[in-house]
Structure formats: C-alpha cells, structure tokens
Nanobody, 121 residues
Framework: QVQLVESGGGLVQAGGSLRLSCAAS????????VAWFRQAPGKDRDFVAG???????DYTDSVKGRFTISRDNAKNTVYLQIDSLKPEDTAVYSC???????????????WGQGTQVTVSS
C-alpha cells in the first residue's frame, strides 16, 4: 500500500505561482508512475501531468510551459510547480500513483485526498 498526501495548495492571484507536493508513505514511490489530476466544481477529473520512474514526463496541452512535474525519490515526493496561474486553473489537485503513465484516472491504484488551488483574477 502507498499512502499519498498532497500539500501546497492555496489562494493566489492570477500570474502567481504555487508548488504542490505529493508525499508518499508506506512504500517507496521510486518504482511508480505518479500523476497529477485536477477537478473543478461541476467538472470531470482531468489529467494534468505525469512522471514515470524513468523521469519521462507528460503534460496536458493547457499547462505546457506553465506546469513542471518533478520527483525526488530520496524524499519520496513528487512535485508540481505551477507558474503563471490563471483563474481557470482553480480546482482540487490530486496526485495518484500507478504502474503506467496514463491520462485516464482509473489507471492509477493509489490516490491522495487532494489540495485546493484557487486563483483569483
């Protein structure tokens, strides 16, 4: 079992930055693919970014150039650096771990509880 805990969310003005963290316990994250998803009120949960254990990354088009996913296996943590925030980035951001990099949420076995990101205009 892997337990995931997100942190780093908050209220920020448009154009600002946040760094979200996804800390794991129970097992090492090093062998897993980890992804970030987000869900805005009344909308589906959408893939944002993912990183394989090989450090290969994937991003949805709307965040390319603004979001950066990274991992620190020594700290058992995956990060999502979010720059140039826009009001449409407002959502609950959740991290997930699994064996394959996929943009489909059901592909992941373990989930955190989420952290709220709110961007004011």
């Amino acid at each position: 079992q892997v337990q995931l805990v997100e942190s780093g969310g908050g209220l920020v003005q448009a154009g600002g930055s946040l760094r979200l963290s996804c800390a794991a316990s129970g097992r090492t994250l090093g062998s897993y693919t980890v992804a970030w998803f987000r869900q805005a009120p009344g909308k589906d949960r959408d893939f944002v970014a993912g990183i394989r254990n090989t450090y290969y990354t994937d991003y949805t088009d709307s965040v390319k150039g603004r979001f950066t996913i990274s991992r620190d296996n020594a700290k058992n943590t995956v990060y999502l650096q979010i720059d140039s925030l826009k009001p449409e980035d407002t959502a609950v951001y959740s991290c997930a771990a699994g064996s394959e990099l996929s943009r489909v949420s059901r592909s992941y076995d373990y989930w955190g509880q989420g952290t709220q990101v709110t961007v004011s205009s």
